[in-house]
């Protein structure tokens, strides 16, 4: 067992950080498994070892959701691990989900103090042993950290629209004082991008389906196949007695680069792409009757986190070349730096400082190549990059049968246009209070992509549960919060 006794001291240089077991490159690409497998006990103890308990530690200031982190790996020290999960769930509602996809390395591990000499604690993948080691008594103690389930009042009914990340954290939160919730979801499953956007291979389905399950003991009524704005309106949510309305539908809209031949067949924005492959589970064909277009030379445009998932599962689906496209540089791309690692790894082809002008097609109006434009870095934009600049006369034609747009995504009008008498923003978001997530109609409340645009998981799960905080509140007094 280790324990705090053993932790490096300030001053000194802090030994390695464990590394994460993952599957081989070549292993990995023929299967949708999980890559990165998670720590063993010992594993876990040793780096857990490694955190100096700082007096002030400035990990927390990085955490949207606030997880007490110098306490729960002080738990952990201790090989404590229901303490530690007990902490972690006082303000995480989804600690296995956020313990894989958290952008930790610009969150809470970017502040670590050890990071300043050397690697800082591995906080995420701490996080993830202890939710997936935590075997819960209860479905209670998934949501509470508490065997108890409080009683639900039936009377103060909160409803959900979307059920993403920052959806199931405001209904956790609320379920766990004894609020009646209603989650409403548009598409067939609950889960929102945890689901449909999140390939098996990072986010494995068991671990939402487990959260998920958890909030349904919790009496949390979960719709699948309830499209806001079309199949009910808020006014009408308000009508059937509902106290107070949280909008959580995320950034579904996907954006498109507007350059000739994007109709052709065989070019998909990544929000389709991910959708048929993830929600459809085309990536278990034949299991599932939902096979999806067989890419042979795929390019996908883009360097965030779905430009990379849409390159891996390309790439696993049988593709046999894979290229990202970027008009920046390799070190300026917005993906996590796990994330493009594995990438490489797995064999994707980086083709940065390249900007696509054109899709080709034959005459059956398929997808043959697509010209991109070299280019180079000139002057700094107004967000500081130095902004990329065609260099004349460099164009360049790559044989393609596949392209994915995977340049960002806007907010769905559906909702929106039904409530004109929701403010919106200059970019046609939801214009929320940045504290309490209300919005310009009182008692509806909004969090996460549909305010802030395309972001993090655990953004939008802080925004779900600043607002869940003002909600019981105004619902259960000063003191529920």
Same mark, same amino acid.
């Given at each position: 067992m280790a324990s705090s006794e053993s932790s490096p001291k300030k001053g000194?240089?802090? =030994?390695?950080?464990?590394?994460? #077991? =993952?599957?081989? #490159?070549?292993? /990995?690409?023929? *299967?949708?498994? !999980?890559?990165?497998?998670? @720590?063993? !006990?010992?594993?876990?103890?040793?780096?857990? %070892?490694?955190?100096?308990?700082?007096?002030? #530690?400035?990990?927390?200031?990085?955490?949207?959701?606030?997880?007490?982190? /110098?306490?729960?790996?002080?738990?952990?020290?201790?090989?404590?691990?229901?303490?530690? $999960?007990?902490?972690?769930?006082?303000? *995480? %509602?989804?600690?296995?989900?956020?313990?894989?996809?958290?952008?930790?390395? =610009?969150?809470? !591990?970017?502040?670590?103090?050890?990071?300043?000499?050397?690697?800082?604690?591995?906080?995420?993948?701490?996080?993830? @042993?202890?939710?997936?080691? $935590?075997?819960?008594?209860s479905a209670c103690d998934q949501i509470t950290g508490k065997p108890e389930c409080p009683l639900i009042n039936e009377d103060l009914k909160v409803a959900c629209i979307g059920s993403g990340p920052s959806s199931l954290t405001a209904a956790g939160y609320l379920a766990a004082r004894g609020i009646k919730v209603t989650v409403f979801e548009a598409l067939h499953e609950v889960g929102g991008v945890l689901i449909y956007g999140i390939p098996e291979f990072r986010l494995p389905k068991g671990i939402v389906a487990a959260e998920v399950a958890a909030l349904k003991e919790q009496q949390v009524d979960l719709l699948p196949n309830w499209v806001g704005g079309k199949t009910f309106t808020i006014k009408e949510l308000f009508d059937e007695g509902y106290k107070a309305v949280f909008i959580g539908v995320g950034a579904g809209l996907p954006k498109f680069l507007g350059i000739p031949g994007e109709n052709l067949i065989g070019v998909f924005s990544a929000n389709e792409y991910l959708t048929r492959a993830n929600l459809g589970r085309a990536y278990d064909f034949p299991h599932w009757d939902t096979p999806t277009f067989p890419g042979r030379r795929v390019a996908v445009l883009g360097g965030g986190n779905v430009a990379m998932d849409a390159a891996r599962t390309a790439l696993r689906l049988g593709a046999e070349e894979v290229r990202i496209v970027y008009r920046r540089t390799q070190g300026e791309m917005p993906a996590r730096h796990e994330e493009l690692e594995h990438a490489v790894e797995e064999g994707v082809i980086l083709e940065i400082l390249s900007a696509p002008v054109e899709f080709k097609g034959d005459s059956q109006g398929r997808l043959t190549s697509m010209v991109i434009q070299k280019m180079e870095l000139g002057e700094p934009d107004a967000s500081g990059r130095r902004s990329p600049v065609p260099i004349e006369g460099a164009f360049q034609e790559l044989a393609c049968d596949m392209a994915v747009i995977a340049v960002g995504a806007g907010p769905n009008p559906i909702l929106l246009d039904s409530t004109p008498e929701l403010k919106r923003t200059r970019r046609g978001y939801i214009d929320a209070n940045q504290d309490t997530g209300e919005t310009s109609m009182p008692m509806v409340f909004a969090g996460g992509d549909i305010v802030t645009g395309a972001a993090t998981v655990i953004s939008a799960m802080g925004a779900g549960r600043r607002a869940a905080k003002e909600i019981a509140r105004r619902l259960l007094g000063e003191d529920a919060a």
């Open positions: 000194k240089s802090p =030994t390695p950080r464990v590394p994460m #077991p =993952t599957q081989e #490159p070549l292993a /990995r690409i023929k *299967n949708f498994a !999980e890559v990165a497998l998670g @720590y063993a !006990e010992d594993q876990a103890l040793i780096e857990a %070892s490694r955190c100096i308990q700082c007096k002030k #530690p400035l990990c927390v200031q990085g955490c949207p959701v606030e997880v007490p982190i /110098r306490d729960f790996i002080a738990h952990l020290q201790k090989n404590d691990v229901q303490k530690a $999960y007990e902490v972690i769930k006082s303000t *995480n %509602s989804l600690p296995a989900v956020c313990g894989r996809v958290c952008p930790q390395e =610009t969150q809470c !591990e970017g502040n670590c103090i050890l990071g300043k000499k050397g690697e800082p604690v591995a906080i995420g993948r701490l996080e993830r @042993y202890v939710a997936d080691t $935590y075997m819960a008594l």
